[in-house]
């Protein structure tokens, strides 16, 4: 069974489940994220697209064994054994685990969020009986915004399980809001914001999770993010490289993690 929780300290989510788990997942949001070269899509779009490629990387190379594994209860015991008339099988599964931090995940999961919206609509596009977006059947039944859907909620539960109700309305509410807004956000932003979030303790973190996604969401708002994004063009204009390219000078990520 795929599963999320936020880790012991608080600084990400460990994404847990099977081989086949995994690589549904991965499909999902490959199918999702779609054709990078696709001429339709504006530079900004597809360099957000490209950052989701991230959770597709490591959702891949974690299903290969080159990340943590995990034995979990299968729910097998001896007396079912006997019941079934079996030789008693293995107690446990092996399950892998990808860990993603915790701003990355939710700027991963407004992206989704939004490409989801966009494949329900040309979904519906397809001609047939029209129904209510909530209750049509090419939407409800489809095996990626099922997929994707359920990923979203189980990370969505991970958070509720780590905070009050009050606080879980407003990352719930601010998530919502940030599907239609951040395939515009210059990417340099949320690295900021990652390793300003590796850098707190784990009571800051704790008292951080609402505005860190609000950081997010409304990071358009944000005087710091306005003055970043200028900088970068400025910068894109005169050296005449892509704007992907661009890394900001005097912040790095950890080399290790405290998960």
């Known amino acids: 069974m795929l599963t999320v929780t936020m880790t012991p300290h608080l600084l990400g989510f460990a994404v847990t489940g099977d081989y086949d788990e995994l690589n549904n997942l991965y499909d999902a949001v490959h199918t ?3 054709d990078l070269d696709d001429g339709a899509l504006s530079m900004g779009e597809a360099i957000a697209r490209e950052r989701l490629l991230a959770l597709c990387y490591d959702l891949r190379h974690a299903s290969m064994g080159n990340r943590s594994v995990r034995m979990v ?33 939710m700027y991963e999961v407004m992206m989704l969020g939004g490409l989801i919206r966009m494949r329900e609509s040309e979904l519906t596009k397809k001609g047939g009986t029209v129904f209510d977006g909530m209750s049509d059947p090419r939407i409800v039944f ?20 780590q905070t009050t109700s009050a606080t879980f ?14 395939s515009s956000m210059y990417t340099q932003w949320l690295d900021m914001i990652n ?14 999770m609402s505005t860190t996604v609000r950081d997010i969401s409304d990071y358009a708002t944000d005087l710091s993010y306005v003055k970043m994004a200028k900088d970068i063009d400025k910068f894109v204009e005169e050296q005449g490289c892509p704007r992907v390219n661009v890394r900001l000078t005097g912040i790095d990520y950890p080399e290790d993690y405290e998960w």
């Open 169 to 182: 309305v407003r990352i719930r509410n601010q998530v919502v809001e940030g599907e239609a807004k951040v």
């Open 32 to 34: 999702l994220v779609g």
């Open 73 to 105: 209860d299968n729910g097998m015991d001896r007396d079912k054994a006997e019941w079934l008339g079996i030789a008693l099988p293995p107690l446990k599964n092996l399950n892998y685990v990808v860990e993603v931090l915790y701003p990355e995940a």
């Open 142 to 161: 489809d095996p990626v915004c099922c997929e994707v859907r359920r990923y979203q909620s189980l990370v969505m539960e991970a958070i509720h399980a």
């Open 195 to 208: 390793i300003d979030w590796c850098g707190m303790t784990q009571k800051k973190r704790q008292s951080s």
